[in-house]
């Protein structure tokens, strides 16, 4: 079984910072690609950012400048660095892999079970 276990949200004031964390679990795991979406209430999942492996990371504009994404392959878990947070971001954040190799055999695509952020003052 493949599962990615997401943490770090919360609740914030404007202007704050939140590090978000996903861990992918499973024996054997090789992952192309991890990312993260959210889904604001009312609104369609929309993908935020994502990382490919031995890629370049790729953003939403809304968020450029103020998220950073990274990976530790060795511990198969991405990171979200959110700062300068703004109401408009709140949502649930979801973790999302994809192409993920295991010793069970292939997924195209993983989603974890997401996380909360809220900002507001």
């Known amino acids: 079984q493949v599962q990615l276990v997401e943490s770090g949200g919360g609740l914030v004031q404007p202007g704050g910072s939140l590090r978000l964390s996903c861990v992918a679990s499973?024996?054997?795991?090789?992952?192309?690609?991890m990312g993260w979406y959210r889904q604001g209430p009312k609104e369609q999942r929309v993908l935020v950012a994502d990382?490919?492996?031995?890629?370049?990371?790729n953003y939403e504009d809304s968020v450029k400048g103020r998220f950073t994404i990274s990976r530790d392959n060795a511990k198969n878990t991405v990171y979200l660095q959110m700062n300068s947070l703004k109401p408009e971001d709140t949502a649930v954040y979801y973790c999302?892999?994809?192409?993920?190799?295991?010793?069970?055999?292939?997924?195209?695509?993983?989603w974890g079970q997401g996380t909360q952020v809220s900002v507001t003052s």
């Open positions: 990382l490919p492996r031995g890629g370049s990371a």
């Open positions: 499973g024996s054997g795991l090789s992952i192309h690609s």
């Open positions: 999302h892999a994809e192409g993920i190799s295991h010793t069970r055999g292939y997924l195209p695509f993983k």
